[in-house]
């Protein structure tokens, strides 16, 4: 959205609502209704492409979105509020004022300032700074939004830097895509990590299929986040904290930490009475091992993030089932064993084994009126299917 626009739009609240009402109402004609009511089709076309954007932008934001402004590429890249707002947290504790060295629509920006924190933000396009400063404005914060180079600017005592991980036009062939490599993050992470070296306090966030190459560094902190099951972010944080692995997982808006090494390996063993999948974050940061030890649970493999334990351990950071059977991954003869069982519908999972699930279920030819889960997975070197249900309601909120 161009910076007139954006002016234009702020300056009319009641469009802005009216937008949402036709939306609502009038759907896919809604442009033309807009237009009948006497309004510029551009300025038209904006308010109604800004309230479908408040809309998918609850997921994130809760209701403040309904407030707030922005463009599709800041959504799609901006951090969910509660993580956002749990960073900034952090931050709090070390009392200095934080530059963000690229706001985007200004998410994390907004929740340092209603940490309490002074901060400063830097963004590199202007039409982006801009909507940074006005959803600072609409939800009352003082935050001081400029348009610079996170690389040329001066650096305070604390610096957050969520670098664009978005390749846009001729690189991304046309359209913007998600980079996976760091060196093609804007600005390029190993360049941003070396003008962030000496600050006291710092926070890199990430893509979360960051290689942890990047990030096991002398004195870094390495966290991986989840959000209700999605591994949503990595976060580097560097200076004043303790060298470790930290997954984060928030289910039900609660948030669970635990920490390790990364390097700790589970030990092996067969499959027992309940079957535990562990949470994203907490495989992402390598931590199996460590949760392993809190459920008496082992693996079956040492490569396959599934834990197998002999009793039911309430845990927000993995999903549990009750093991059935343990059967060779043969697909006619589990044809015949579930038919047996009259299984309609399966959840099929598979790690370790390269069965493709969708493969799998059209060999396996399901009718009946049960449902069960199949984990296709491997013991050292077998290949093994092991059907189960879902564990016993020990208690569902934190089991999941
Ligand atoms: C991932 S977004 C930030 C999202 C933000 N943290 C949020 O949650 O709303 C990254 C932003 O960095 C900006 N950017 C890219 N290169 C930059 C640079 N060299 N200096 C400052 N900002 C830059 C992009 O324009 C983009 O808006």
Redesign the pocket.
């Known amino acids: 959205m161009d910076t007139s626009l954006l002016a234009a739009l702020q300056a009319a609240p009641q469009l802005q609502r009216r937008a949402a009402e036709v939306l609502e109402t009038e759907g896919d004609r809604a442009a033309p209704a807009l237009r009948k009511e006497g309004t510029d089709p551009e300025l038209a076309a904006a308010a109604l492409t800004l309230a479908v954007l408040r809309r998918q932008a609850r997921a994130k934001f809760g209701e403040r979105a309904e407030r707030m402004y922005f463009t599709r590429e ?1 959504l799609e ?3 969910r509020w509660p993580v ?1 707002a749990r960073r900034a947290a952090r931050f709090a504790q070390c009392e200095a004022a934080v530059t963000d ?8 920006v907004l929740a340092f300032a209603e940490a309490g924190l002074a901060v400063e933000a ?4 202007p039409e ?1 700074a801009a909507i940074a400063k006005a959803n600072a404005e609409v939800l009352g914060l003082d935050v001081r939004v400029r348009v ?4 040329e600017v001066g650096l305070g005592e604390a610096v957050f830097a ?4 978005r390749l846009g036009g001729a690189r991304a062939g046309g359209a913007s895509r998600r980079s996976f490599d760091p060196a093609a993050y ?2 390029p992470l190993d360049l941003l990590l070396q003008r962030m070296r000496g600050v006291r306090h710092a926070a890199v ?1 990430l893509g979360p299929g960051i290689g942890h190459e990047w990030m096991d560094r002398e004195g870094a902190e390495a966290e991986w986040v989840s959000v209700d099951r999605d591994v949503v972010e990595a976060c580097l944080w560097l200076g004043g904290t303790a060298a470790c692995h930290r997954a984060s997982v928030c289910r039900d808006g609660v948030w669970h930490e635990m920490t390790g090494t990364g390097r700790a390996r589970a030990e092996t063993g067969e499959v027992a009475e309940y079957l535990y999948e562990p949470d994203g974050a907490v495989i992402r940061a390598g931590l199996v091992a460590e949760l392993a030890e809190q459920l008496g649970a082992h693996t079956g493999h040492e490569d396959i993030a599934y834990l197998y334990g002999g009793d039911l351990r309430a845990t927000p950071f993995a999903r549990a089932w009750k093991v059935e059977e343990v059967w060779p991954l043969h697909p006619k003869k589990l044809r015949g064993l579930l038919a047996e069982r009259k299984v309609g519908r399966l959840t099929i999972k598979q790690r370790g084994t390269g069965i493709v699930p969708a493969e799998l279920r059209r060999q396996l030819k399901l009718k009946g009126p049960n449902e069960a889960t199949l984990v296709a997975t491997r013991l050292g070197e077998r290949h093994v299917a092991i059907l189960c249900s879902e564990a016993p309601a020990l208690s569902r909120s934190s089991l999941g």
């Open positions: 800041g890249q901006a951090t956002a060295l690229c706001c985007g629509i200004g998410t994390d830097v963004e590199t396009s982006t610079g180079d996170a690389l969520d670098p664009a991980r804007s600005p966030k």
